[in-house]
């Protein structure tokens, strides 16, 4: 689809990637830490993937969150897939703190405080997230 703003990306901090999805840091100054796995073939839901592929992406989601746990100690991470506008299949997977700016309602929600920022070295999740995806899939 060449009006998907998965499918044709601009400026994207991509933190791993293979030939089936990519994981990316998502911009956002209140949740800095917030990720994005994409399927990199545009289809709209999970069940368009076969079993092998459904395993294979949430394996990769699976992992960022555990790599971000490691990384940050967050209080939660929230795991998303709403993709009601923007239908590409994606995974939003975000650390939480109980002192960022919309903490305990989701991200999307009018923001309660100020909130502190909790910066993830990009680096350092991209090499932790290369070791444990060596490994965790085949």
Known sequence: MTQCPLCRPENE???????HCRIVLVNDADHPAFCRVIWEVHVKEMTDLDEREQMHFMAIVFTLERALRELLKPDKINLAS????TPH??????PRFADDAHF????WAP???AGLSHRVDPSALAALL???LASAIH
């Not at 709403?82 to 506008?85: A, D, E, H, K, V």
């Not at 305990?104 to 991200?107: A, C, F, G, I, S």
């Open 82 to 85: 709403l993709g009601n506008q």
């Open 130 to 132: 290369g070791r444990y």
């Open 89 to 94: 299949l994606h995974w939003h997977v975000i």
């Open 104 to 107: 305990p309602d989701p991200v």
């Open 111 to 113: 923001k309660r405080r």
């Open 13 to 19: 901090t991509v933190l791993w990637r293979d030939d």
